[in-house]
Antibody, heavy 117, light 110 residues
Framework: EVQLVESGGGLVQPGGCLRL?????????????MNWVRQAPGKGLEWISS????????YYSDLVKGRFTVSRDNAKNSLYLQMNSLRAEDTAIYYC??????????WGQGTLVTVSS | QSVLTQPPSTSGTPGQRVIISCSGS????????VFWYQQVPGTAPKLLIY???QRPSGVPDRFSGSKSGTSASLAISGLRSEDEADYYC???????????FGGGTKLTVL
């Protein structure tokens, strides 16, 4: 069974940083592109970043480029999102998402990040 | 404001057919595949339609997708109470190098 479990969310002050993790299981992690998608409270889905199976291709939304860094450790079946210079508008549930042939086919349950003083 | 435009809300009665539209441009829907996701409040989104009109296993055939030019549609026939959810279209944008989501459409089953 495919499982994606996010962790690392919490309350952080504006300008602060946070590192999210996603533990993957139930599939061959090192063969899939992975993504981060977020959803602000009461708002729609917003794609943040993707990283190819071998790190060769990495993309970011303009909203987070230069502040967020995506990475993965295939040996640990884990995906990460380092978030720096956090702003109030970064407050959201952050989902770890597997991509299979362009489809976002499995989603984690998400971890809540709250940026507030 | 999303680059992919969806109506904020729609509604229907049980058994009815509803259609949700998604309007984009040549750099996204016009040149790339469209995907649809269903999100029941309080849960993670779920893949509903992939590559414009394909259904993943387990998705009822009451759900169907189509694409024409720079627009796409999701049709739900035989509406059921459990279909009440938010629906999002998505596509890659070749100009922005970004995955785009529509703003979402809230479906209410009356």
């Amino acid at each position: 069974e495919v499982q994606l479990v996010e962790s690392g969310g919490g309350l952080v002050q504006p300008g602060g940083c946070l590192r999210l993790s996603c533990a993957a299981s139930g599939f061959t992690f090192n063969t899939y592109t992975m993504n981060w998608v977020r959803q602000a409270p009461g708002k729609g889905l917003e794609w943040i970043s993707s990283i190819s199976h071998n790190d060769y291709f990495i993309y970011y939304s303009d909203l987070v480029k230069g502040r967020f860094t995506v990475s993965r450790d295939n040996a640990k079946n884990s995906l990460y999102l380092q978030m720096n210079s956090l702003r109030a508008e970064d407050t959201a549930i952050y989902y770890c998402v597997r991509e299979d042939d362009e489809s976002f086919d499995f989603w984690g349950q998400g971890t809540l990040v709250t940026v507030s003083s | 404001q999303s680059v992919l435009t969806q109506p904020p809300s729609t509604s229907g009665t049980p058994g009815q057919r509803v259609i949700i539209s998604c309007s984009g441009s040549r750099s996204n829907i016009g040149s790339k595949n469209v995907f649809w996701y269903q999100q029941v409040p309080g849960t993670a989104p779920k893949l509903l339609i992939y590559k414009n009109d394909q259904r993943p296993s387990g998705v009822p055939d009451r759900f169907s997708g189509s694409k024409s030019g720079t627009s796409a549609s999701l049709a739900i026939s035989g509406l059921r109470s459990e279909d009440e959810a938010d629906y999002y279209c998505a596509a890659w944008d070749v100009r922005l190098h970004s995955r785009l989501f529509g703003g979402g459409t809230k479906l209410t089953v009356l």
